[in-house]
């Protein structure tokens, strides 16, 4: 099964996609995390798009798109994954759907988590990863009303709204309600 988590920044997007993934037997690919373990393990990629992480900008798509090509060709992808952080914009879900069309192995639940504001805001101030310095925090919220909501029209009827308020356990179960339903109706497994 082939998923894609999508919603602000703070909506609990990681933690909630750690115990999905694991729930359903599929690697976690968070984008985000790919790229901080590069930076700080001092790779090459890493000392390439350090700059962009520090101030919230996209790394350009190439990037991106050649380490998520790494990503998908090891043996733990093969069977499917849930996909964190990409596509961040409607460029980079056409290269997706392109890649994996050519394998015949499309996209089959998007599961949309969404907090209102003074929720997504406290829980980022509290979470201190390095990246959260208020100018780089503004510039992804941004991006996501720019640039990231447009994905959920593209993808139409294959994403399942969540709202992402309550404890961890509470939230992760509304998500998994959603998936069956949706396996259920259209038969995606
Ligand atoms: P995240 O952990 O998803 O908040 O991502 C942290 C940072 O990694 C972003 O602010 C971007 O600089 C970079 N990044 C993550 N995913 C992508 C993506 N799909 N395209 C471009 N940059 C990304």
């Given amino acids: 099964m082939r998923l894609l988590i999508i919603g602000p920044q703070g909506a609990g997007k990681g933690t909630q996609a750690d115990r999905l993934a694991a729930w359903i037997g599929v690697p976690h690919i968070s984008t985000g995390d790919l790229f901080r373990a590069?930076?700080?393990?001092?790779?090459?990629?890493?000392?390439?798009?350090?700059?962009?992480?520090?101030?919230?900008?996209?790394?350009?798509?190439?990037?991106?798109?050649d380490m998520l090509?790494?990503?998908?060709?090891?043996?733990?992808?093969?069977?499917?994954?849930?996909?964190?952080?990409?596509?961040?914009?409607?460029?980079?879900a056409e290269w997706l759907e392109g890649e994996l069309d050519s394998e015949g192995t499309p996209i089959d639940v998007v599961v949309l988590l969404n907090a209102p504001d003074e929720v997504l805001m406290e829980r980022m101030l509290s979470r201190g990863r390095p990246d959260d310095t208020p100018e780089a925090i503004a510039r992804r919220l941004?991006?996501?009303?720019?640039?990231?909501?447009?994905?959920?029209?593209?993808?139409?009827?294959?994403?399942?709204?969540?709202?992402?308020?309550g404890e961890i356990d509470e939230v992760q179960a509304r998500i998994r309600t959603a998936i069956d339903e949706r396996v259920a109706e259209h038969g995606n497994a």
């Avoid at 090509?69 to 980079?92: E, I, M």
């Avoid at 029209?153 to 308020?165: F, L, M, R």
């Fill in 38 to 65: 590069n930076i700080s393990g001092g790779t090459e990629l890493g000392k390439r798009v350090q700059q962009y992480l520090d101030s919230g900008a996209l790394v350009p798509d190439e990037v991106t798109q």
């Fill in 69 to 92: 090509v790494d990503r998908f060709g090891q043996s733990d992808a093969a069977a499917g994954f849930l996909l964190d952080g990409f596509p961040r914009n409607l460029g980079q």
């Fill in 142 to 165: 941004e991006i996501y009303h720019t640039e990231t909501t447009p994905l959920i029209e593209y993808y139409g009827a294959k994403v399942v709204a969540v709202d992402g308020v």
